[in-house]
């Protein structure tokens, strides 16, 4: 059995600076806290749990800080976690992703300018949450086709449509040329990041060639989701996972030749190792 594994699997930039973030802050000493899981990785929020760091999971929670450091997470968060830190005067890092903070920026100020924000995105998802806080008045958040071909907005009002950085970007196309036809005056800015388009066309890819395709990230984690819903377009066996020990639930047929391997932007490379070395020996 071969086995191809993905060269863009694995950590991206903003979440190795963001995880780097942490591990820097644990060695200056002092209690270290993160809003919201750092990333969406169970197996590397565990590890930092050992070390000390503490999740915060609410606004409550951020209240009752009052020493240490608070770590602000990958994905971003509220407007409004900023005024609380600020007005209690806790100290934090914001190790928010450069390319997530940037449609904070966009959104902030196209809805000054008297522009409509779509948000395409996951509307629960973290990333999301943040970005519509930014995004003035009444910002609209969809994540299908059938959503952007049923939403009716005045046609006299100008439109500025972002996405979550990792969204599925030929989706993302569909909802935009949908806004098009419509006839409105729309302005898209690009905000799917280089690793999340570099990513899902490698998946992509190699799904088509593969026999069977195994797509390793956290159970919460948006991008590796993506990517799943990407490979099993092109590859019926397709098998989403989230380290080693879940390849224990998986059968393989004997007829399999081909199989290709990869992973979210917040799967740590000794769980790809693992799995990779695994599929290899074992199947």
Same mark, same amino acid.
């Given at each position: 059995?071969?086995? %191809?594994?993905?060269?863009?699997?694995? &950590?991206? &930039?903003?979440?190795k600076r963001a995880v780097d973030t942490v591990y820097?802050?644990? +060695?200056?000493?002092?209690?270290?806290?993160?809003?919201?899981? #750092?990333?969406?990785?169970?197996?590397?929020?565990? $590890?930092?749990?050992?070390?000390?760091?503490?999740? @915060?999971?609410? #606004?409550?929670?951020? /209240?009752?800080?009052?020493?240490?450091?608070?770590? =602000?997470?990958?994905?971003?968060?509220?407007?409004?976690?900023?005024?609380?830190?600020?007005?209690?005067?806790?100290?934090?890092?914001?190790?928010?992703?450069?390319?997530?903070?940037?449609?904070?920026?966009?959104?902030?100020?196209?809805?000054?300018?008297? /522009?409509?924000? !779509? #948000? *395409?995105?996951?509307?629960?998802?973290?990333?999301?949450?943040?970005? /519509?806080?930014?995004?003035?008045?009444?910002?609209?958040? @969809?994540?299908?086709?059938?959503?952007?071909?049923?939403?009716?907005?005045?046609?006299?009002?100008?439109?500025?449509?972002?996405?979550?950085?990792? &969204?599925?970007?030929?989706?993302?196309? +569909? %909802?935009? $040329?949908?806004?098009?036809?419509?006839?409105?005056? !729309?302005?898209?800015?690009?905000?799917?990041?280089?690793?999340?388009?570099? /990513?899902?066309?490698?998946?992509?890819?190699?799904?088509? +060639?593969? $026999?069977?395709?195994i797509v390793i990230g956290g159970s919460h984690s948006?991008?590796?989701?993506?990517?799943? +819903? =990407?490979?099993?377009?092109?590859?019926? @066996?397709?098998?989403?996972?989230?380290?080693?020990?879940d390849l224990q639930n998986v059968q393989i047929p $004997?007829? !399999?030749?081909?199989?290709? %391997?990869?992973?979210?932007?917040?799967?740590?490379?000794?769980?790809?190792?693992?799995?990779?070395?695994? *599929?290899?020996?074992?199947?």
């Amino acid at each position: 059995m071969k086995v %191809i594994l993905a060269k863009t699997a694995g &950590f991206c &930039f903003g979440v190795k600076r963001a995880v780097d973030t942490v591990y820097k802050e644990i +060695e200056k000493g002092g209690k270290i806290y993160t809003y919201g899981p #750092i990333i969406h990785n169970e197996t590397v929020v565990e $590890d930092l749990g050992k070390k000390g760091v503490e999740v @915060l999971n609410s #606004i409550d929670e951020l /209240r009752s800080v009052k020493e240490g450091t608070v770590i =602000i997470r990958s994905h971003g968060v509220v407007k409004e976690i900023y005024d609380i830190l600020e007005e209690n005067g806790i100290s934090y890092v914001d190790a928010t992703c450069p390319f997530v903070r940037r449609i904070h920026q966009i959104v902030e100020k196209e809805s000054k300018e008297g /522009r409509q924000i !779509v #948000i *395409v995105g996951n509307a629960e998802h973290p990333e999301v949450e943040g970005i /519509r806080s930014y995004a003035g008045d009444s910002p609209v958040v @969809l994540e299908s086709v059938s959503e952007a071909l049923s939403l009716n907005l005045p046609i006299d009002k100008p439109i500025t449509v972002v996405s979550q950085t990792t &969204f599925n970007s030929m989706k993302y196309q +569909e %909802i935009v $040329d949908i806004f098009a036809k419509k006839g409105y005056d !729309v302005n898209v800015a690009n905000t799917i990041c280089n690793a999340t388009h570099e /990513r899902q066309d490698e998946a992509r890819k190699i799904a088509a +060639e593969a $026999d069977a395709m195994i797509v390793i990230g956290g159970s919460h984690s948006s991008n590796s989701k993506k990517l799943y +819903e =990407i490979c099993q377009k092109e590859c019926g @066996l397709t098998y989403f996972i989230q380290t080693v020990d879940d390849l224990q639930n998986v059968q393989i047929p $004997d007829t !399999v030749e081909l199989v290709g %391997i990869t992973a979210g932007a917040s799967t740590p490379n000794n769980i790809i190792e693992e799995v990779q070395k695994h *599929v290899g020996t074992d199947f």
